[in-house]
């Protein structure tokens, strides 16, 4: 069952304003892993160990499918696009690549080191320490990763998306996360 955070959310007919709503996603899940990061000199308790559950499954199985949406789907189709407004953005979707292969072993530190935390209760001083210094990393450059991408990437690509294009990208998002497509392809856009 997809998070709805706010008032309003996206469809895949939106494919950017979707991706930014998973950016708040992004954002509750990293800011309950902090907090359980930053106690993690104590032993677990049952409320934390429920977000340490829900923080780690989030980032090992919804964090990479958005990664692909950027990546496989938006990226390459914004890269192939000669419009002056766009070319300033794209200048910066290399560091955004960066950042994602950047994250990939923390984040399999942070995976690593949280399952611990919930097999034994509690961790060792020395784990706690790179467990909060891990997550901190994390947090400081989504923080910076999204600021782009919300600000930046996004709204430019909303403008110079074509229709066909959009519901192509929609419609390989949905097949991630093994959903029918909503949006309907027309016949050329399908070849």
């Known amino acids: 069952m997809p998070v709805q955070i706010g008032s309003a959310t996206h469809s895949f007919s939106d494919p950017t304003g979707l991706l930014s709503d998973c950016h708040r996603r992004v ?30 499954r989030y980032f090992r199985e ?70 909060r210094s891990v997550v901190t990393q994390l947090q400081e450059m989504y923080t910076r990763h999204i600021e782009l991408e919300d600000r930046e990437i996004f709204p430019v690509a909303k403008k110079v998306l074509e229709e066909d294009t959009s519901r192509q990208i929609a419609a390989e998002m949905e097949a991630r996360r093994g959903l029918k497509p909503l949006v309907k392809l027309n016949a050329e856009t399908q070849k």
Request: no cysteine; glycine share 2%.
């Open 27 to 56: 954002e509750m899940f990293m800011s309950s892993l902090k907090a359980v990061a930053d106690s993690s000199d104590r032993p677990l308790n049952d409320e934390s160990r429920r977000a340490l559950e829900t923080s780690l």
């Open 62 to 131: 919804a964090a990479p499918k958005h990664t692909a949406d950027e990546e496989e789907s938006l990226f390459p189709r914004l890269r192939r696009i000669d419009n002056p407004e766009l070319r300033a953005a794209l200048v910066k979707l290399d560091v955004l690549e960066k950042d994602h292969r950047w994250a990939e072993p923390l984040h399999a530190q942070a995976d690593e080191l949280g399952r611990r935390y919930l097999t034994l209760g509690s961790l060792d001083p020395q784990d706690s320490e790179q467990f």
